[in-house]
């Protein structure tokens, strides 16, 4: 066990570095994080009216009713400020960038061909006005307004996701608007924008307020924004949940995300890389520990699990990467499945090894689904003893090729029903077999399993010419590996062990085929086979045992007992 949560420790701390080795080329996982990240904000995306900020629009019908956007004179602005006194602040989208002109023919009737003067004047009276600049030039207004850096800049991928405090060093138009109402804590420089759809914000169309269609008053205490969201304005941008998004909007989502300090923020990576290892690591134990059946659909329901906490989060203003987690549990489940298939699997040719010359195919492909504890263990099993009875002075007096051949008929046969009863073959000791049911491979009843075996075994052995004894007894041994690092051998020790071997020297002391111990008989006779009947023999004394031992024989019903 500690083994496997060394190596489970192991994989998951190399696909961790391994990852984030690779992820260094940002190219890796990026373009996936962000498709996940406007995945997210299709889920989560909110609807609430935004009651502070007030879009006055260029839109259609207001370059139907006051002509084409690039013959506007600087008064059509000059004039809207009127209606917008009593406004917190004015923020305008529109990039004044050169000195206003006349047309030709309309310069005649004014003495001074600019209205220039009449912006600045009204700027002035206003108060709280905020233009909007480029990094490569200021507007033409500079002494009675404040100036912010207008551009929207996009991921790489042409995506606005992100705002920033500063461009270049220069404080960004949304900052500027926001910076005397941010109600809790300072932004950060560069910040995930908390986007609304356009229906969010109450939009006015510009030729409303110029034409004073929209009273005053309703702008008290706004936040006003006036830009173009007309298309032929060309300013639509991509946004996480729409790719055609007007950039008015995208700047009144910076005001708000400021003013209410509502960005997204990012989970620190050392918290990220801490959960994906914790995770990693879970997947790691299962895929070690458990069979496929098990931990694939563990580890799906893990990840979907991660995925829906990760969508909560973000719902509720964090981001926690995604990709570079899946990475490293994707490498996680693959080094785990390689270290199976290479060191479990390796374990298991040799279980199989081993055992193949001890078990059954059938109980060697249990054994491998339940893997036994190759160190020494306490187990309950049943020990047989049986040896055959005058084989010495029948191998003295026969053709040592006869005696072979008849030996290994013998033995064959015994091991054949002891495969059969779910035993295993410890070992011969010349022409003894020693056999073990129950260990390392759990028999429900191994006692009984033994007790049919034996009696196979008289009979198998009858008809092959051989008279032999049986000692069996059971009991708790310890069974394990036992030897030196030159040889080693499976086997099981213990006085249950010691107390077979004597019981099948008392056979012939008894003059009985089977002899059996009160550890045997009382697990065999639990099952009340009507086929088995017990006989009591008494007591015998054993060598190593100060108490004479209550020892018992069997039969089928209706058998002799004698041997």
């Known amino acids: ?20 080795a690779v992820c260094l080329y940002r190219p890796l996982y990026e373009p996936f994080e962000r498709r996940i990240y406007d995945l997210k904000y299709a889920l989560v995306l909110k609807n609430n009216k935004i009651e502070n900020i007030v879009v006055v629009d260029i839109d259609e019908a207001s370059l139907v009713k006051l002509g084409r956007y690039q013959n506007w004179p600087r008064v059509y602005f000059a004039q809207i400020l009127q209606s917008l006194s009593k406004a917190k602040v004015v923020g305008f989208d529109v990039f004044f960038g050169e000195p206003d002109t006349l047309p030709v023919e309309a310069r005649k009737f004014y003495s001074k061909p600019s209205f220039d003067t009449l912006m600045e004047d009204m700027i002035a009276d206003h108060g709280r006005v905020v233009l909007v600049s480029s990094i490569s030039g200021l507007p033409v207004f500079t002494l009675h307004n404040k100036i912010g850096v207008g551009e929207i800049l996009a991921d790489f991928d042409g995506v606005v996701r992100r705002g920033y405090s500063e461009i270049e060093g220069i404080p960004a138009f949304a900052s500027v608007i926001a910076a005397d109402y941010i109600l809790e804590k300072t932004p950060p420089a560069k910040f995930f924008i908390n986007f609304y759809p356009e229906s969010s914000f109450r939009k006015i169309s510009y030729s409303d307020v110029y034409f004073h269609r929209v ?99 973000f719902a509720r203003g964090w981001e926690f990467g995604m990709v570079r987690p899946f990475y490293v549990f994707i490498l996680t489940l693959i080094f785990g499945l390689g270290y199976r298939y290479q060191f479990e699997e390796r374990e298991k040719r040799k279980i199989r090894s081993v055992f193949s010359r001890y078990y059954s195919r059938e109980l060697v492909d249990k054994l491998i689904k339940h893997t036994p504890q190759l160190g020494g263990e306490k187990v309950d099993c049943t020990i047989i003893f049986a040896d055959i009875r005058n084989f010495t002075p029948y191998a003295e007096q026969s053709d040592p090729q006869r005696v072979e051949d008849s030996l290994n008929r013998f033995l064959d046969a015994m091991v054949q029903i002891v495969f059969k009863y779910q035993g295993r073959i410890d070992k011969f000791i010349g022409d003894c077999v020693m056999a073990v049911f129950g260990s390392p491979m759990t028999v429900p009843n191994h006692a009984l399993n033994a007790c049919f ?75 009340k086979i009507m086929t088995l009947e017990f006989i009591e023999l008494g007591s015998v004394k054993v060598k190593g045992k100060e108490e004479p031992q209550p020892v018992y024989t069997l039969r089928r019903v209706g058998e002799n007992v004698s041997a």
């Not at 066990?1 to 984030?20: D, S």
């Not at 960005?263 to 620190?268: A, F, H, K, M, Q």
């Not at 310890?478 to 077979?500: P, Q």
């Open 215 to 313: 009273p005053v008053e309703f702008f008290e205490n706004k936040i006003v924004l006036v830009g173009g969201t007309a298309p032929g304005l060309f300013d639509r941008h991509a946004v996480p949940f729409d790719r055609n998004y007007p950039g008015l909007l995208i700047q009144a989502n910076l005001v708000n995300t400021l003013v209410t300090g509502s960005w997204i923020n990012e989970v620190p990576y050392c918290y990220c890389l801490l959960a994906t290892f914790l995770i990693a690591l879970l997947f790691a134990v299962f895929t070690l520990y458990r069979s496929w059946w098990f931990y694939l659909p563990a580890g799906l329901i893990i990840s979907s699990l991660f995925m829906v906490a990760i969508t909560f989060m």
């Open 1 to 20: 066990m500690k083994n496997r949560l060394f190596a489970a420790f192991i994989i998951t701390v190399a696909a961790t570095i391994l990852v984030n």
């Open 453 to 527: 075996a034996a009696l196979e075994m008289i009979k198998r052995a009858e008809e092959l010419g051989f008279k032999i004894g049986i000692g069996i007894n059971s009991g708790e041994v310890i069974s394990g590996n036992f030897g030196s690092l030159m040889r080693m051998e499976y086997t099981v020790i213990g006085d249950a062990v010691n107390l077979a071997a004597r019981l099948e020297t008392a056979t012939k002391e008894l003059n009985q085929s089977i002899v059996l111990g009160k550890a045997t008989h009382e697990r065999a006779s639990r099952s």
